[in-house]
């Protein structure tokens, strides 16, 4: 069994930041593309950003200047910090990770739960 695990969405006022986190778990043998997308209502699921495990990075370019992907490969998660929050950025966030299983050494595509980012006053 191998998942994601998100934490650290919720409520947060516009201009302000919030740091989500996302931790992979299983029966890994490698973490390779670690990313993050977002589905707004009524909007369909978009790149935010992705890590490759090497640490390169690409993002969706209305956001590059306020958010920022990173990750710990020793802990196998990875981040996004998200400044100068906008009402526009509200949606739930989602996890997306492409790893090797250890059980057959397959490639297999995760998801995380997804977790609410709420930007109002």
């Known amino acids: 069994q191998v998942q994601l695990v998100e934490s650290g969405g919720g409520l947060v006022q516009p201009g302000g930041s919030l740091r989500l986190s996302c931790a992979a778990s299983?029966?890994?043998?490698?973490?390779?593309?670690m990313a993050w997308y977002r589905q707004g209502p009524g909007k369909q699921r978009e790149l935010v950003a992705r890590i490759s495990s090497n640490g390169y990075t690409n993002y969706a370019d209305s956001l590059k200047d306020r958010f920022t992907i990173s990750r710990d490969n020793a802990k196998n998660t990875v981040y996004l910090q998200m400044n100068s929050l906008k009402p526009e950025d509200s949606a739930v966030y989602y996890c997306?990770?492409?790893?090797?299983?250890?059980?057959?050494?397959?490639?297999?595509?995760?998801w995380g739960q997804g977790t609410q980012v709420t930007v109002s006053s």
């Open positions: 997306n990770a492409r790893v090797v299983r250890s059980v057959d050494l397959r490639p297999a595509e995760l």
């Open positions: 299983g029966s890994i043998f490698r973490v390779n593309d």
